[in-house]
């Protein structure tokens, strides 16, 4: 698939950082992970879940952080295989889309 293939993170470790330049996105395989935007945590994502496509979709920096909360298994899509995705699975785009729209929409909530 183009993926860079499966990562380990320790609990706690930090996977990605709010700020900082994306090249990868990720989809947990085993545990969980946490997604905080300064400090705050505004969401988890456990196996099955992706994150981190933001900043493949309009290539900016980090929108968010994410930290191993418990020993993790994650795949490593780069920018590459991502769009490859987009353009062979409609049901990825649809569900990356219903995603980013749910997002969109706990971020105005919250913003109120």
Same mark, same amino acid.
């Given at each position: 698939? !183009?993926?860079? !293939?499966?990562? @380990?993170?320790?609990? *706690? ?5 709010? *700020?900082?330049? !994306? ?7 085993? *545990? @969980?992970?946490? +997604? ?7 969401? @988890?994502?456990?196996?099955? !879940? ?26 490593? +899509? ?8 987009? =353009? ?16 969109? =929409?706990?971020?105005?909530? @919250?913003? =109120?």
């Amino acid at each position: 698939m !183009g993926s860079q !293939g499966p990562v @380990r993170y320790d609990a *706690g470790k930090m996977i990605m950082q709010e *700020g900082t330049a !994306g090249a990868l996105m990720y989809v947990v395989l085993e *545990g @969980r992970v946490a +997604i905080s935007i300064k400090g705050g945590i505004v969401g @988890r994502a456990g196996p099955g !879940g992706v994150f981190g496509e933001m900043a493949l979709v309009d290539q900016s920096v980090r929108a968010a952080t994410a930290t191993a909360e418990t020993d993790c298994s994650l795949l490593a +899509i780069n920018r590459n295989a991502f769009l490859q995705l987009v =353009k062979t699975s409609p049901a990825f785009g649809a569900s990356l889309l219903a995603g980013l729209a749910e997002r969109a =929409k706990d971020m105005a909530v @919250r913003n =109120k």
